[in-house]
């Protein structure tokens, strides 16, 4: 039988294989629309690939969207695939996925931490962190959320090689998050960033590291009510919002304070669903109500960027 | 593959800052191998909290000696690991 991305089942997980052999087929498929980009190599050598779905034009202002930093939580993978296939099947169709990709480009990293990831299918579903040895250490891997070069090292990550926290040797020591931001400064015009992590169900912006706001708060957080508020109409799922700082707990080292640092104002985080019962193991009949529920939260937020340019 | 036979999975609900400075102080208890789901923030936000099987006792009755409440969340870790193995395989056949 030939292969083909349209027998592959939305509704299940799946292993990195799997992933990687449907990114494989799906952008094939849709050449016309999506294309693979492999932005480097994980600390085990597995490729750290990136879908770009792009109309056309040279250089267009952009988005990126990872799922998967952190490996356990397997309902971000899952995420990830669905609304790859939602961009591909909606575009065309749906009038603003339409107009936005008229405009922008969106790039979309599925399994950010590859090699955790793999580890949790063959050795330890728990695992959160990448796989990269610490010297001196009998515990591996480094938390990659807490890797990027904001406030590196400071409040809300830990120097012990051993915790789930570990901030790593050095800003960017890891090559999964090393690998991004070389990608993002390289192309120099992506304008909104959204990191897809579960579950406690929070739409956050920076800043994570101190208590202060941004220069953009009010416009960051008007944007947070509106998404939560076209998320919670899908099912009713309740969401809260605001900083990470002031939401959750002071984090240095994540992914949006690193961006909107570097520049780029419209920097999220999800926390998906919190069904009480299975935290981020949840089961895989929640993997499409999850998706559903928020892309239009994402298509919210990046719409919002597309008629704010700065 | 590492089993999680027994494990549990608690929600802790801390009535005020008091009881989260106890859980807190439960992630310097090494020996107590607990893996946080969802870290002691604040009074209004659960924990979630993974137990080894064989420190639940323990944890359970640090907990109660303190009064802090909490319920099971996930009985048995490796039950819902096999489920979702299952799964998978049932749909790739």
Partial sequence: ?310 | LKLFSGDQVLRIKAKDETQLAVLKDLVHFKHLQVDFWRSPLSPNLPVDVRVPSCNLQAVKAYLKSHGIPYSVMIDDVQVLIDKEREAMAASRR
């Fill in chain 1, 1 to 310: 039988l030939e292969r083909s991305s349209s027998t592959f089942s939305f509704s299940s997980y799946h292993t990195i294989e799997e992933i990687y052999d449907w990114i494989d087929n799906f952008a094939s498929e849709n050449s016309n629309l999506v294309s693979k980009i492999q932005i480097g190599q994980s600390y085990e050598q597995r490729p750290l690939l990136v879908l770009k779905f792009s109309t056309g034009g040279s250089n267009r202002s952009a988005v990126w969207i990872d799922t998967g930093i952190h490996s356990r939580e397997w309902i971000t993978h899952a995420t990830g695939l669905w609304t790859a296939n939602q961009i591909v099947s909606e575009y065309g169709k749906d009038p603003v996925l339409t107009s936005i990709l008229d405009t922008l480009d969106i790039f979309l990293e599925i399994v950010t931490n590859p090699d955790g990831f793999a580890y949790t299918h063959s050795e330890d579903r728990m695992w959160r962190k990448t796989r990269s040895i610490n010297p001196g250490s009998s515990c591996s891997g480094v938390d990659a959320n807490r890797n990027w070069d904001s406030n590196f090292g400071g409040t809300g990550s830990s120097d012990d090689a051993c915790s789930d926290d570990y901030h790593g040797p050095s800003p960017h020591s890891e090559v999964e998050v090393k690998s991004i931001v070389d990608f993002v400064l390289g192309h120099g015009n992506i304008k909104a960033w959204i990191s897809i992590h579960s579950f406690s169900q929070l739409l956050m912006f920076p800043y994570g590291y101190k208590l202060e706001l941004t220069p953009d708060h009010q416009e960051l957080n008007d944007l947070a009510r509106e998404a939560v508020k076209v998320l919670t109409t899908k099912y009713g799922t309740e969401y809260t919002y605001g900083s990470i700082s002031s939401t959750i707990y002071q984090a240095s080292g994540t992914s949006i304070d690193w961006a909107y640092d570097n520049g780029i104002k419209y920097s999220f985080t999800f926390e998906l669903r919190d069904t009480g019962e299975h935290g981020f193991m949840l089961p895989a009949s929640e993997i499409i109500p999850t998706a559903e529920e928020t892309w239009p939260a994402l298509l919210t937020i990046i719409d919002h960027a597309r008629h704010h340019p700065y």
